[in-house]
């Protein structure tokens, strides 16, 4: 320690006196104090743990490099500024570990600055003094700033692919578009390329999620739930389940859980409150209102439009003033009127405006019965291949034509020459109106065959074989009365 303090009194003596430099280990020193140009960890000791290159404070000289030295690694390079003659400020330190704190004595990190909010931390340029127009890093309460100096500045991430290039992997402009894949987005979000991102659950080639594809091809776009964990299976995808929202396909003010404006084609079953349709279009089944084409109140009988009461398929119009029409196209712009049912109840066919319950323009043909429990009126032929009940009248201006039926009597045996006969009867209501025979063989004579009642058909035969053969009568009967 004498001879420390030895030598900075000499140097300190030589420099007033003979103001001029010490050099040591070199006769010409061009400083105040210079040392020999030789390299070593030990140029200037200020503190020594021990006797070597390593173990103490100071500075010292490698291979171009100025060497600053602490013992070990619990200690640290403290850098200071004076504030008055009593104090100063610590401006920086470097701890034994490496770390770097700025305005921060217990730095955790390489480079680790004190906790303090403050636009600018780090300032890699700037345009000038202030806290905004800078390009660099700085921190708000519970939020990293990002910095650029104007408006048409941008961040820019990059990753190499050479020695000499980069290439852009996305960029924030200073509007705050953000770009993918472009360097240049007109949205706030713009993905460039392929237009292809997914949002999942980050599992790799087996991730599930949802599939934006900007670019499906030239002509058009895909939005997907897709599960590449099971082949690249779809998903269901879920649209405003809690928020309430609607969703508009062609129009920016959707009024319904689904508005489709213009036309839209599905290719399979739609279901209406049923989950499993099995038809083009499947209601659920509850009687009620099903398909309204019109509707004059908000209830379940003034609408114009299809419903199902229990058991019935129902047709409904508002009001007793209105009609069921049917309708058969003539040309592209007429149709035919085929039959009416008003909202009294009458039925017309060929008639706009049916005055009873049926009201037919032409004729009316039937093979089956026709009962009728008012009046029956008609312009044209009446033709019934059963019978006709009529409680009231019946008006015909054409023919009246009504079926009949052919009724059959038991077969009866006829032995070799010999004689025998049949009858056969009508039904109770009907009357013959004609009749005949039939036989097994040419051998069988008919004698007689006639109406021997109003309502039966008497047959007389005789065998002249030697074999037995047999005869069966036959009667046609109508029911003509009420």
Same mark, same amino acid.
């Given at each position: 320690m004498k001879k420390l303090f030895n030598l900075f009194y000499l140097l300190m003596i030589g420099q007033i006196v003979f103001s001029q430099g010490v050099g040591i280990g070199t006769t010409t020193p061009h400083a105040p104090l210079q040392f020999a140009n030789l390299t070593g960890n030990r140029k200037i000791v200020l503190w020594e743990i021990s006797n070597d290159d390593h173990r103490f404070y100071g500075f010292g000289i490698n291979g171009g490099t100025l060497r600053y030295q602490i013992s070990d690694t619990l200690n640290q390079h403290i850098f200071y500024a004076g504030v008055n003659s009593t104090t100063s400020n610590e401006l920086m330190r470097i701890t034994g570990r490496g770390f770097v704190g700025i305005g921060n004595s217990i730095p955790h990190a390489p480079l680790h600055f004190d906790n303090g909010f403050a636009n600018?931390? !780090?300032?890699?340029?700037?345009? @000038?003094?202030g806290d905004h127009s800078f390009y660099g890093f700085g921190t708000e309460l519970f939020a990293m700033r990002y910095q650029v100096a104007a408006p048409v500045a941008n961040h820019i991430f990059y990753a190499a692919t050479s020695s000499t290039s980069s290439r852009e992997l996305m960029r924030i402009t200073g509007s705050g578009r953000v770009g993918i894949g472009t360097a240049e987005p007109f949205e706030n979000l713009e993905v460039g390329g392929d237009g292809r991102a997914f949002f999942g659950d980050g599992a790799s080639e087996n991730r599930r999620g949802l599939l934006i594809d900007g670019i499906e091809n030239y002509n058009a776009s895909r939005i997907e739930a897709f599960n590449y964990a099971n082949g690249g299976s779809g998903r269901n995808l879920i649209i405003n389940t809690s928020g309430g929202g609607n969703v508009g396909i062609? !129009? @920016?003010?959707?009024?319904q859980k689904l508005h489709v #404006?213009? /036309?839209a084609v599905v290719s399979d079953n739609i279901g209406i409150?049923?989950? #499993?349709p099995h038809a083009p279009l499947q209601f659920s089944n509850d009687p009620s209102r099903k398909i309204v084409l019109w509707e004059y109140a908000e209830n379940d009988h003034q609408y114009a439009g299809f419903g199902i009461d229990q058991f019935a398929l129902r047709y409904s119009v508002p009001s007793t003033t209105g009609d069921h029409v049917f309708y058969a196209g003539t040309s592209d712009t007429t149709s035919t009127d085929l039959m009416h049912i008003k909202g009294n109840g009458n039925v017309g066919i060929g008639k706009s405006n049916p005055t009873e319950k049926l009201d037919v323009a032409g004729n009316v043909n039937s093979s089956g019965n026709v009962n009728v429990g008012g009046n029956v009126n008609s312009s044209g032929n009446v033709n019934v291949g059963g019978n006709v009940n009529v409680s009231g009248n019946v008006a015909v201006t054409g023919s009246l034509n009504i079926g009949y039926v052919r009724r059959? /009597?038991?077969s009866v045996s006829l032995s070799a020459f010999s004689s025998g006969s049949a009858t056969c009867n009508c039904l109770s209501g009907e009357v013959a109106i004609g009749g005949g025979f039939l036989a097994t063989s040419s051998s069988v004579t008919i004698h007689r065959s006639y109406a021997n009642t109003d309502s039966t058909w008497h047959v007389e035969a005789y065998n002249s074989d030697l074999s037995s053969h047999s005869v069966q009568a036959f009667t046609i009967c109508a029911r003509l009365a009420n």
């Amino acid at each position: 320690m004498k001879k420390l303090f030895n030598l900075f009194y000499l140097l300190m003596i030589g420099q007033i006196v003979f103001s001029q430099g010490v050099g040591i280990g070199t006769t010409t020193p061009h400083a105040p104090l210079q040392f020999a140009n030789l390299t070593g960890n030990r140029k200037i000791v200020l503190w020594e743990i021990s006797n070597d290159d390593h173990r103490f404070y100071g500075f010292g000289i490698n291979g171009g490099t100025l060497r600053y030295q602490i013992s070990d690694t619990l200690n640290q390079h403290i850098f200071y500024a004076g504030v008055n003659s009593t104090t100063s400020n610590e401006l920086m330190r470097i701890t034994g570990r490496g770390f770097v704190g700025i305005g921060n004595s217990i730095p955790h990190a390489p480079l680790h600055f004190d906790n303090g909010f403050a636009n600018r931390k !780090i300032v890699l340029s700037e345009n @000038i003094d202030g806290d905004h127009s800078f390009y660099g890093f700085g921190t708000e309460l519970f939020a990293m700033r990002y910095q650029v100096a104007a408006p048409v500045a941008n961040h820019i991430f990059y990753a190499a692919t050479s020695s000499t290039s980069s290439r852009e992997l996305m960029r924030i402009t200073g509007s705050g578009r953000v770009g993918i894949g472009t360097a240049e987005p007109f949205e706030n979000l713009e993905v460039g390329g392929d237009g292809r991102a997914f949002f999942g659950d980050g599992a790799s080639e087996n991730r599930r999620g949802l599939l934006i594809d900007g670019i499906e091809n030239y002509n058009a776009s895909r939005i997907e739930a897709f599960n590449y964990a099971n082949g690249g299976s779809g998903r269901n995808l879920i649209i405003n389940t809690s928020g309430g929202g609607n969703v508009g396909i062609g !129009i @920016i003010t959707p009024a319904q859980k689904l508005h489709v #404006n213009g /036309s839209a084609v599905v290719s399979d079953n739609i279901g209406i409150g049923i989950s #499993n349709p099995h038809a083009p279009l499947q209601f659920s089944n509850d009687p009620s209102r099903k398909i309204v084409l019109w509707e004059y109140a908000e209830n379940d009988h003034q609408y114009a439009g299809f419903g199902i009461d229990q058991f019935a398929l129902r047709y409904s119009v508002p009001s007793t003033t209105g009609d069921h029409v049917f309708y058969a196209g003539t040309s592209d712009t007429t149709s035919t009127d085929l039959m009416h049912i008003k909202g009294n109840g009458n039925v017309g066919i060929g008639k706009s405006n049916p005055t009873e319950k049926l009201d037919v323009a032409g004729n009316v043909n039937s093979s089956g019965n026709v009962n009728v429990g008012g009046n029956v009126n008609s312009s044209g032929n009446v033709n019934v291949g059963g019978n006709v009940n009529v409680s009231g009248n019946v008006a015909v201006t054409g023919s009246l034509n009504i079926g009949y039926v052919r009724r059959f /009597s038991e077969s009866v045996s006829l032995s070799a020459f010999s004689s025998g006969s049949a009858t056969c009867n009508c039904l109770s209501g009907e009357v013959a109106i004609g009749g005949g025979f039939l036989a097994t063989s040419s051998s069988v004579t008919i004698h007689r065959s006639y109406a021997n009642t109003d309502s039966t058909w008497h047959v007389e035969a005789y065998n002249s074989d030697l074999s037995s053969h047999s005869v069966q009568a036959f009667t046609i009967c109508a029911r003509l009365a009420n």
